[in-house]
């Protein structure tokens, strides 16, 4: 299966991941575990042009799992097989192709309502289904119930609420029964 090779190992995503505290910045919580995972993405090209006609082309991708949408930077990319992979995707590359489309318009939309400039989606090329890593780290909280933050394992980005819904989303379908 197609992946992509972590730029992060552990050592640096531990540190990456290290809670600082908000007043005291000294105080600091490591994760209890780190581990590597593979998240399945379709991965598209996408060819957008302003009214200007200026066109640009990106690596825009769909999460297999809760159809999100994401922008990738092609620079930090370096392939590698995986032989297994933990996470399944949950859509076919029909759902995912509707979602980079329905996904892609809003994106350039807001895009547009930001830089003034009019954007449109002139085309896109499928790509491919490929596993992307990320470093997740997990907690245990004072009262004892966990939590977890992600890591990009390419650009070193911590993720947010989006991805965040991703990850229980994996975790739900395959680690709880």
């Excluded at 990320?134 to 993720?159: E, H, M, N």
Aim: hydrophobic share 40%; charged share 30%.
């Amino acid at each position: 299966m197609k992946s992509y090779k972590p730029k992060i190992d552990e050592q640096e995503a531990k540190e990456l991941l290290t809670l600082r505290g908000r007043i005291f910045r000294s105080r600091k919580t490591p994760p209890v575990r780190v581990e590597l995972i593979y998240l399945p993405y379709y991965f598209f090209r996408i060819k957008v042009k302003n009214k200007r006609g200026k066109e640009r082309e990106f690596i825009a991708g769909i999460d297999a799992i809760a159809k999100s949408f994401v922008l990738v930077d092609e620079k930090g990319l370096e392939q590698e097989e995986l032989s297994w992979v933990e996470f399944q995707p949950a859509i076919s590359e029909g759902e995912a192709r509707n979602a980079l489309l329905k996904e892609a318009r809003w994106f350039l939309y807001e895009k547009s309502l930001m830089s003034r400039d009019r954007y449109q989606l002139v085309d896109y090329k499928e790509m491919e289904l490929v596993w992307y890593p990320y470093w997740v780290g997990y907690y245990r909280s004072a009262s004892g119930s966990w939590d977890f933050l992600a890591l990009d394992a390419i650009s070193g980005i911590l993720q947010g609420g989006k991805a965040r819904r991703i990850f229980i989303l994996a975790f739900s379908q395959v680690r709880v029964k």
